[in-house]
C-alpha cells in the first residue's frame, strides 16, 4: 500500500483565516481518523468517519472546526476563523473497520498560526 | 475516563543498554494496547500491540506485555541501538464501533553511542 497521505505538509496563515487539509487513506480502509497533536504531547481524538458517515466527535471539535468525507476516500478537515490556540500538528490516520485493526497515521499537516 | 500515563522523559541511554519505559493505564472496558514510534521527521508508525490480557507483542527486538493486574504495559528492548532514538507513544483503543485512540505524551528517547 502507499501509504496515509496528506496535503499540505505545511501551512502558515494569519489570525483569522480559514484553512483546509486534505488526507488520503490508504486505498481499502474504510475507517478515517483526524488527531491534532501539540508539541510535547500525544495525540489527541479529533472525529473519525466509518466510510462517509461521521460516527464520532470530540468534544474538541468546536464549531469553527468541520470534517467531511463525502465519497468514503479522501477527507478534509476545515478550520474556520483560525485562532492562535489551533498552531498544531494535524493528523490523520486510516484503519480496516474489523476489530483490533491498528491505525496507519500519515506525516501530518503542520498549521501556524501568525 | 480512560488514560494513559507514560513516564516522563527525555531518557537518554548509552548503545546496548537495557531499555524500560512506564505505560499505565485506566480503562472503563478491556482495550486493546499499543506502542508506536515516531521518529525525527517522520509520522507515528505502528511498533507493537496486544489486544488482550497476558498477551505480549514484540517487534524489532521490542517486547510490551498487557498486564491487567497492574493496569500496565511497560516497553522493553534488552539493547537499544542509536538508531531507536525517537519518542514513543503508549495508546489504548476498543475498535469496533469506538474508533479512536487514547495516547500518552510520549516519551523522547535518545540513545548515545
Known amino acids: 500500500d502507499t501509504g496515509v497521505s496528506q496535503d499540505p505538509r505545511h501551512k502558515i496563515t494569519k489570525r483569522g483565516q480559514n484553512v483546509t487539509f486534505r488526507c488520503d487513506p490508504i486505498?481499502?480502509?474504510?475507517?478515517l481518523y483526524w488527531y491534532r497533536q501539540t508539541l510535547g504531547q500525544g495525540p489527541e481524538f479529533l472525529t473519525y468517519?466509518?466510510?462517509?458517515?461521521?460516527?464520532?466527535k470530540s468534544r474538541l471539535l468546536s464549531d469553527r472546526f468541520s470534517a467531511e468525507r463525502p465519497k468514503g476516500s479522501f477527507s478534509t478537515l476545515e478550520i474556520q476563523r483560525t485562532e492562535q490556540g489551533d498552531s498544531a500538528m494535524y493528523l490523520c490516520?486510516?484503519?480496516?473497520?474489523?476489530?483490533?485493526?491498528?491505525?496507519?497515521f500519515g506525516d501530518g499537516t503542520r498549521l501556524s498560526i501568525l | 475516563g480512560d488514560s494513559v500515563t507514560q513516564m516522563e522523559g527525555p531518557v537518554t541511554l548509552s548503545e546496548e543498554a537495557f531499555l524500560t519505559i512506564n505505560c499505565t493505564y485506566t480503562?472503563?472496558?478491556?482495550?486493546?494496547l499499543f506502542w508506536y514510534v515516531q521518529y525525527p521527521g517522520e509520522g507515528l508508525q505502528l511498533l507493537l500491540k496486544a489486544t488482550k490480557a497476558d498477551d505480549k507483542g514484540s517487534n524489532k527486538g521490542f517486547e510490551a506485555t498487557y498486564r491487567k493486574e497492574t493496569t500496565s504495559f511497560h516497553l522493553e528492548k534488552g539493547s537499544v541501538q542509536v538508531s531507536d532514538s525517537a519518542v514513543y507513544f503508549c495508546?489504548?483503543?476498543?475498535?469496533?464501533?469506538?474508533?479512536?485512540?487514547?495516547f500518552g505524551k510520549g516519551t523522547k528517547l535518545s540513545v548515545k553511542p
Open positions: 486505498s481499502e480502509h474504510n475507517r
Open positions: 480503562a472503563t472496558g478491556y482495550p486493546s
Open positions: 495508546a489504548l483503543g476498543y475498535g469496533g464501533s469506538q474508533g479512536n485512540l487514547i
Open positions: 468517519f466509518q466510510n462517509e458517515a461521521q460516527l464520532e
Open positions: 490516520a486510516s484503519s480496516r473497520d474489523t476489530s483490533n485493526q491498528p491505525q496507519h
